[in-house]
Structure formats: C-alpha cells, structure tokens
C-alpha cells in the first residue's frame, strides 16, 4: 500500500470513529477502519480491564470464525495468557512514546515479533484458520487501555514489519477517536443527570417520554407516569439547614431509584427541587401502581421528611387518548396534587375510581364524584 493510500485509510478511520453514536459505534469503526487499512479480513477491539486481569474483547469484525460474536457479552482472555501484555501494557511507559506493534503468524515468528512470548495467539490463529496477526496497543491519557487486532486468512500474504508500523499509527488514531467519544459520553452524562441524586434529570425525562409516548402511539405500549412531592423538605431545611436537606434528598433518590427496579427499564428522575418521577414503558398499570405504593410505604420510613405525595397516570387506565407527552405528565401531575392536598399516603392514579384510588382528570374533562355533584379539577401544570 502506498503512502498515500494509507494517508487515505486513517483520514477514513478518523472520520468513521467521529461520525459514530456512542461507543459502540465508535468501536466498530475503529476495528472496521484499520482492518480495511491494513487489509485484514478480521479485526477486533479489546480493553484491557485491570481490576479483572483480562483482555476484554468489544467487538469483532470481518470474517468470524465459530463462536465469535460482532459484539460479544463476555468474550474475554486472562492477561497471564499473554506474556507480551505484562511487557506493553503496563500501567505507564518509563520512557515515553507508543508502545510498538508486532506481528505474530500461524508458524511461529514473525517479523517484528520479539523473543520470549507465549504463544497463544498462535494457537488461537491456527484453531481459527487464519495466517497471521498485527497487534497494536492502544494507550489514552498516559495509560494502557486495550489493543487493536487484525489479521489475515491463511495462504494470505504475512504482515511485514511496515505493516506493524503502520498498525502503531493506526492505533494512536484509534486512541484519539476514543478519548473524544468518551468526552462526548461523559458531556451527555451530565447533560442529562441531576448533579444532587445521580438521577435522570428533567431533561431525560422530556426526551424519554416522548420516545415512549411515540411507542405507544406506534404500537399501543404501555406507558406510565409516577409524579412525587417530597413532603417536609423546606421544614427540613429551615430547622436543620440545607446540608440535612440534600442528604434527604439523596435517601428518597435511593429508595426511588429502589422501587424503580422493580418495573423493568423504568427511568427514575428528579424534576427539580422536591420532585421527582418514575417514567415505566412497558410494566402493566397495575405493576406501575404497586412500585408506587412500595415508594409511598418506604418514604413514610425516612428519619428525616414527612413521606411523598404520588400521583400515578398509565396509558393503560381509562384516562381517555394519550397522544401527547405533556397530557401524561399533566394528569400524573394533577394526581400528585390530590394526593398532596389530601395527605395520601397511598399513590393517586388517573383514571380510577374508589376510597383510595379517586379519579383525577383535567380541566377540560368534567367528572362526577360519589356524591353526584360537578366539579373540574385543575393540575398544577394545567394551562
């Protein structure tokens, strides 16, 4: 490959890994972009997870052979298999610089190779039918992070000592394009996480029940709201100061984010200040309302606070037709009012009607209580 080819192929590799979604789409392009730079028929990615001691691997690409997986859940290979991690992918380089490629074949050394290491790869290149190997650590901020890994079929032309040379280069690209996506994670991150609880924030919540109300729209899921007021947060703060304040805040995120495992895939939120949410796709209304309760149950048994005022409104309830994100949030609003205005200490659903359960709707839907007498109930959130 000339050098303008290869000045080709890692502009591409760069390119691929910044126009990825996440880190998965990022892994991807970095193993596709080298093994079509270096002309594999195969690469992989792998991380060097330490406080496990194993080579991790992230995804496979090309030609698979039996048992490999694009994305593998837990394919992975203990360190002490392979002596020439010990030597390059050590916790710093004492000297400086990037740790060199190398490159292993199905017959023994190779160019590039130097003398002393196991042989593992070699025998993982035979038992997959492949000739030969290019292997280049990968190293972000100062650190051993994992290595790049392609290979060629057997019968196929072996790597040469410019190819490990080449794959040092590629691998500093590969380097690059993923410490900028772990910045870009880590800036979603805090873009959509409360700062106090560790919780989703409003943000994600907005942007979550959209996708889940267009699911519903799509296809009849079920979605569910649970609104909650932290009741006594303000008296906490007055007599014992904000610091005892936010620890309060930080129990009920816990006991939320508790009760929120019980619903599959639930996202647990705080909204601002004293409240929060619970956003369910999927979990029937029923099951929804019985997290809700055990949240109601385990906020009455905070040290600290005067329990939570719950307010629930599901899909699968008969609220009317649910078209929109906002009507959802206003009904489970308007429920977490009731409850609060009345010291429930059982949740409020929309849409049901009983001693413990009375129907909430909004201003634009008259409703007829036990007595038989008119009213229009009013949300905190109603236009």
Same mark, same amino acid.
């Given at each position: 490959?000339?050098?303008?080819? @290869?000045? =080709? #192929?890692?502009?591409? %590799?760069?390119?691929?890994? #910044?126009?990825? *979604? ?19 028929? /195969?690469?992989?990615?792998? =991380? ?23 994305? &593998? ?14 030597? /390059? ?9 990037? &740790? ?8 023994? &050394?190779?160019?590039? @190779? ?15 039918? $492949?000739?030969?190997?290019? =292997?280049?650590?990968?190293? +972000? ?10 290979? $060629? ?5 072996? /790597? ?41 924030? $409003? ?5 979550? %029940? ?5 699911? *519903? ?5 079920? =979605?569910?709201?649970?609104?909650c007021d932290l009741?006594? +947060? ?28 019980? +619903? ?7 909204l601002g200040g ?43 309830? &008969? ?9 959802? /949030?206003? %009904? ?17 659903? #929309? ?29 905190? *959130?109603?236009p």
């Open positions: 490959m000339g050098e303008d080819r @290869r000045l =080709v #192929a890692v502009v591409a %590799l760069a390119q691929g890994m #910044a126009a990825a *979604h996440g880190s998965h789409e990022a892994w991807r392009a970095a193993a596709v972009g080298a093994c079509r730079a270096l002309g594999g028929s /195969f690469a992989a990615l792998s =991380v060097w997870e330490r406080e496990l001691g194993r080579l991790k691997v992230l995804v496979n690409v090309g030609e698979l052979a039996d048992g490999e997986e694009e994305f &593998p859940e837990d394919e992975s290979y203990p360190v002490h298999q392979f002596a020439e991690i010990t030597e /390059f992918l050590h916790e710093r380089w004492a000297g400086g610089g990037e &740790p060199d490629a190398w490159v292993e074949t199905a017959e023994g &050394p190779a160019a590039g @190779r130097r003398p002393g290491y196991c042989h593992q790869r070699v025998v993982a290149l035979r038992r997959r039918g $492949r000739g030969c190997c290019v =292997v280049a650590p990968i190293v +972000l901020h100062g650190r051993a992070w994992g290595e790049l890994y392609v290979a $060629r079929p057997a019968g196929e032309p072996v /790597f040469e000592r410019a190819d490990a040379d080449f794959a040092t280069v590629l691998a500093a690209v590969v380097a690059a394009g993923i410490a900028q996506t772990e910045r870009l994670e880590e800036a979603r991150r805090l873009a959509f996480t409360d700062a106090l609880t560790g919780l989703a924030n $409003r943000r994600a919540v907005d942007v979550h %029940l959209e996708q889940a109300i267009e699911r *519903h729209r799509r296809d009849g899921t079920v =979605v569910s709201l649970v609104v009741n006594g +947060l303000k008296r906490v703060n007055d007599t014992h100061g904000h610091a005892v304040g936010d620890r309060l805040l930080e129990r009920f995120g816990s006991v939320l984010s508790l009760c929120g495992a019980m +619903l599959p895939g639930a996202l647990a939120a705080r004293d409240e929060f949410c619970l956003l369910a796709t999927g979990p029937s209304a029923d099951q929804v309302v019985k997290a809700a309760g055990e949240l109601c149950r385990r906020a009455a048994e905070l040290e600290l606070g005067d329990g939570v005022a719950c307010g629930v409104a599901s899909t699968e309830d &008969p609220i009317g037709p649910v078209s929109s994100a906002r009507r959802l /949030f206003r %009904l489970a609003d308007a429920a977490q009012y009731r409850a609060k205005a009345e010291r429930a200490t059982r949740p409020v659903v #929309a849409g049901r009607a009983g001693p413990d359960d009375p129907v909430v709707r909004l201003a634009d839907e008259p409703s007829q209580d036990a007595g038989g007498e008119r009213r229009r109930f009013r949300g905190r *959130h109603a």
